[in-house]
């Protein structure tokens, strides 16, 4: 075997290496439905196919002009994979292009051999349509986008002219080794090996973005009522127990509240006219909010709000709003109109916002004690609680 051989063995080795290996990574992986994947994988193997031609088989005509047009191939199928696989990515042309740019150079390349009047042109004919392959899949990439996603088609681009001009470059220095079609077979398949990677490595980043994507809503569907789209019981615990840890102590006011006669609502109106007041709450509550505050729903009909640097007369006043948004918007929602009941609190220097929830919950019992539709602040501790002050609010309902 003279060194000729011994390189195109080794460098259809490495080929059908990588190509097995993309193979089998998108079967384990189920990547056979990324767009873009068979494509990839298809000029590997068509690659594959071409250098083994050369490494095995007499130079016949029929046999260079085979191997020439699966030798051109690659770079301009691996550009139609990327167009699919970044569908919303704009690169420039078009795939019709990028088609009919193939079949010329795969035409070219394959006619230079089997040219009945110039024998002269099977030397100058495919690596001409081979570069001109190379630099047309390598200009669309480099002038492709900019933002991250068009950082891996750019090295793409730069490895594509680099393995275009690379039998050009090395033509004299290993004329005595290796002939021009030889030397185009083992710089294709340098850089189908290369692409495997890049494009392997962009398939990884997809995924990886795709993980995190979900993990995100993963902790959204933790965190956040899917029906109110506020902060559920625990996050709403975290996200003020969080806060109130850089605050001055005592300086915020816990509200908690429900829906007064709310299950006459789902009995009488359905549960469909049920969640639409659960919104409509949820809704007037939070367009009452400074950034800063913290609300959430802390079960069934009962929502908390958390107002920091607030006194106890601020947040009645921020109820009395509250409810009237709400009794202004229940005939769009198709509801009667809602009163609702609070129980408010300043928290103490010492405490914590579960012990707050419950003396809020205290108020909140006392409010609907006292007739409902009213809002009843509570000072003392949960044992002994002192209710201060009784508010009416809105309308009030039988």
């Known amino acids: 075997m003279n060194n000729a051989s011994e390189v ?3 460098s259809a080795a490495a080929l059908a290496v990588s190509s097995a290996s993309l193979t089998w990574f ?3 992986q189920r990547q056979g439905g990324t767009r873009g994947w068979q494509w990839w994988t298809g000029a590997l193997w068509l690659t594959t196919a071409g250098l083994l031609l050369v490494a ?3 130079y016949q005509p029929m046999v260079l002009a085979v191997a020439s047009m699966l030798l051109v191939q690659w770079p301009i199928v ?3 994979g990327l167009r699919h696989f970044h569908a919303r990515l704009e690169l420039p042309a078009s795939e019709r292009l990028d088609w009919a740019v193939l079949t010329l150079t795969a035409t070219a390349a394959a006619s230079g051999p089997l040219w009945p009047f110039d024998p002269s042109l099977a030397s100058v004919v495919p690596p001409t349509a081979t570069l001109l392959a190379h630099l047309y899949a390598a200009s669309l990439l480099l002038g492709g986008p900019t933002s991250h996603d068009g950082v891996p ?9 680099v393995v ?3 039998p050009v470059l090395l033509a004299f220095p290993a004329a005595e080794v290796l002939s021009s079609i030889e030397m185009r077979a083992v710089a294709a398949a340098l850089g189908s090996v290369a692409m495997a990677f890049l494009t392997l490595t962009l398939v990884c980043e997809r995924t990886e973005r795709q993980l995190r994507d979900s993990r995100r809503r993963l902790r959204v569907l933790a965190n956040m009522d899917a029906l109110t789209n506020v902060p559920n019981r625990r996050h709403f615990h975290e996200l003020a127990s969080l806060v109130l840890q850089g605050d001055r102590p005592g300086s915020a006011t816990l509200l908690m509240f429900d829906i007064d006669h709310f299950k006459g609502i789902n009995d009488h109106l ?3 006219a049920g969640d639409r007041a659960l919104r409509l709450v949820s809704r007037s509550m939070t367009e009452h909010l400074r950034t800063h505050d913290v609300a959430g729903r802390h079960g069934g009909d009962e929502f908390v709000l958390l107002l920091r640097h607030t006194a106890v007369r601020d947040a009645m006043a921020v109820a009395a709003r509250i409810v009237t948004r709400i009794q202004a918007q229940s005939t769009e929602a198709c509801l009667p109109a809602l009163t609702l009941s609070f129980g408010v609190v300043q928290l103490r220097g010492d405490e914590g916002v579960d012990d707050a929830v419950r003396r809020a919950d205290q ?3 006392e409010a609907k004690r006292q007739g409902r539709s009213r809002a009843v602040a509570a000072i003392g501790d949960e044992e002994r609680p002192i209710f201060t002050e009784s508010q009416r609010l809105g309308l009030t309902l039988c």
């Open 78 to 80: 691996t550009l139609i």
């Open 56 to 58: 095995t088989l007499p």
């Open 270 to 272: 359905g549960h469909a």
């Open 153 to 161: 088609l750019r090295l793409l681009g730069g490895l594509m002219c």
């Open 164 to 166: 275009g001009l690379a």
């Open 363 to 365: 108020a909140l019992y």
């Open 8 to 10: 195109l063995w080794i």
């Open 26 to 28: 998108g079967h384990r």
